[in-house]
């Protein structure tokens, strides 16, 4: 898909099944004072395909920026950056991003803004349309497909959102904090919606989130980052078995790691 | 689907309801009350001062004989043809200042190196007060309608491409990372986003031209013109029928007033979605 100059991935270096390969990344944003803002350190981390990874840190460590370089918007000042060995040099239709907020278009329908990548990508819209009502069925908008997003409430937008990001079917699933302006009910609901999507269509997701247990719920591997500019400081895997349910928070690993998780961001000043 | 979509929404309770919609109604009520009791009392008071001080209807005449005027004018006299002949002027001059206004705000707004070029320009003409360029338009292009046109033209086309410009470039920077993480081009990004992003402003530029291009026909005809009711006015003000010139003004409002209602309407259905009133007139 990509039209980028594709250099053939460098012989030998490659990690195998590494998706996602960042190397020394870093981002300075140029600032009306002439003083960058240096947002990133350098960043290594590798991501394999089909891996749930989620980013925890403090706010504003840098964790929207380095998914703003991973979804093509933003170009990192130094290092290189890698999508399935080749250079990131802008967005993918591969690449679906769900943002901080919902970002709804509000002169389209629900189902209009769902089916809006399927639009920009130039494909065929009716072979969406099916997928796209039954995405918003999944996360329980069925019948407001007409509606308009002013007579969503916000939960319902970020939902509207997910669903856009799903609907071109990418493989990978860049989320900024999802999940952050809603309920605990309905949180909870779509993180097992969440799983089940991850387990049935193997999509590689980077997740952000502000939520410790949040992130081991959903996760392989959860990255913590420090305050900005933003570097990896831990790496946890997480071993607890798949299909995980509500249940599962009280295992004891689960209860280890996010104690240890959160040991780790108070001493750095802590989430927030 | 209909039926989903009524199960759907949540059912809220007809008597609220039913109380705020009366409510709503009562303040409509008082507000037309007050409105409409501002006119009598200042028309009232108009004709009443006139009669009593036994003012000269040279120097101003009562509200009674304008009507009659106007009334005189549109059914017996040459108001009609003028009227015709005046928003002729107005209506070509504010589609040409919209379609141009637009296109060149687009570009401007797009494309760095014509931006650079052209819009200091645009800010510092801003400034000046077009509509005193209409004697020397009208020495270029004759006393026909085309000067009268260009006038309008002038005057209304710098609310149009401000309020484009404005809006264009207020797109809000989430909505365009959006689209750009779908893979869209900049063509994609201006047609799917910024363009609907920015019609509010369009249409507030659009709603000051279209009283500014009316403004433009008449003082076009006011420096010379054979029809028009800028010209009538000329006419009726040389034999100092003042209570003629004055019917001729109550007809350039309602036609300003109704070609702004208009528009309005227009961009209640065009721009649906939002309510709020934007931006500066540009005027
Ligand atoms: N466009 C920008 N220009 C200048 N500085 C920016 C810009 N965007 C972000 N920053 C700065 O970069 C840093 C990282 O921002 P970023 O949005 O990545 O944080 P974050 O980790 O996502 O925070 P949060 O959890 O609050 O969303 C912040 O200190 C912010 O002030
Ligand atoms: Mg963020």
Request: some cysteine; overall charge positive.
């Given at each position: 898909m990509r039209t980028a100059a594709s250099e053939p991935a460098q012989a030998g270096q490659r990690h195998d099944e590494q998706l996602i390969s960042i190397r020394g990344a870093t981002l300075a944003y140029p600032t009306a004072s002439g003083?960058?803002?240096?947002?990133?350190n350098p960043i290594d981390l590798d991501i394999r395909a089909e891996a749930f990874v989620s980013l925890v840190g403090p706010?504003?460590?840098?964790k929207s920026t380095l998914l703003k370089i991973l979804a093509g918007l933003l170009h990192q000042s130094e290092g290189e950056v890698t999508l399935d060995g080749r250079p990131l040099t802008g967005p993918s239709p591969n690449v679906g991003v769900v943002f901080q907020q919902p970002v709804l278009l509000p002169w389209l329908t629900i189902l209009n803004n769902v089916l809006l990548p399927i639009r920009v990508q130039k494909r065929n819209v009716d072979e969406y349309r099916q997928r796209a009502m039954d995405l918003l069925a999944m996360v329980g908008l069925e019948g407001f497909e007409s509606r308009y997003p002013s007579e969503l409430s916000g939960g319902m937008q970020q939902r509207v959102g997910i669903v856009r990001a799903l609907v071109p079917d990418p493989q990978i699933l860049l989320m900024d904090e999802p999940f952050g302006a809603l309920d605990a009910l309905t949180r909870e609901q779509l993180n097992d919606d969440l799983q089940t999507i991850w387990a049935e269509q193997r999509k590689t997701v980077f997740f952000i989130t502000h939520s410790i247990p949040e992130a081991v719920y959903l996760s392989d591997r959860v990255l913590v980052m420090s305050e900005?500019?933003?570097?990896?400081i831990a790496d946890f895997e997480v071993d607890i078995p798949r299909p995980r349910s509500l249940e599962d928070v009280s295992l004891p690993e689960f209860v280890e790691l996010t104690g240890r998780i959160r040991r780790l961001l108070n001493a750095k000043g802590g989430i927030d | 689907m209909t039926a989903d979509l009524a199960s759907a929404s949540p059912r809220t309770s007809p008597a609220p309801r039913r109380t705020a919609r009366r409510t709503a109604r009562r303040a409509r009520r008082a507000d037309w009350i007050a409105v409409v009791s501002t006119f009598v009392v200042v028309v009232g008071g108009w004709e009443a001062v006139v009669r009593i001080a036994d003012i000269s209807s040279i120097v101003l005449p009562p509200p009674s004989l304008i009507v009659g005027k106007l009334y005189d004018g549109l059914v017996h006299g040459t108001f009609v043809k003028n009227l015709g002949y005046t928003m002729a002027e107005t209506v070509l001059g504010f589609a040409i200042a919209a379609f141009l206004g637009i296109v060149l705000g687009a570009l401007v707004a797009e494309i760095r190196w014509i931006r650079r070029a052209v819009y200091p320009y645009i800010v510092a003409f801003q400034t000046v007060p077009k509509i005193a360029l209409a004697p020397l338009l009208v020495i270029w292009?004759?006393?026909?309608?085309t000067s009268k046109v260009i006038v309008a033209v002038t005057v209304a086309f710098f609310p149009v491409i401000v309020n484009t410009i404005e809006g264009l470039q207020n797109t809000d920077h989430q909505r365009i990372d959006m689209i750009r993480a779908m893979g869209a081009g900049r063509f994609e990004a201006f047609r799917r986003v910024k363009l609907p992003s920015a019609l509010p402003y369009i249409f507030a530029g659009l709603d000051a031209a279209i009283v500014l291009s009316l403004l433009g026909a008449v003082v076009g005809e006011f420096m010379?013109?054979?029809?028009g009711l800028g010209n009538q006015i000329l006419i009726f003000n040389s034999v100092l029928d003042i209570a003629g010139s004055f019917a001729v003004l109550i007809l350039l409002s309602i036609i300003g007033f109704l070609l702004h209602l208009l528009l309005v309407m227009v961009q209640k259905k065009v721009v649906f979605w939002t309510n709020v009133h934007a931006v500066s007139s540009g005027a």
């Open positions: 003083d960058p803002v240096q947002a990133l706010s504003g460590c840098g900005r500019p933003g570097r990896v | 292009f004759g006393f026909g309608m010379g013109s054979r029809a």
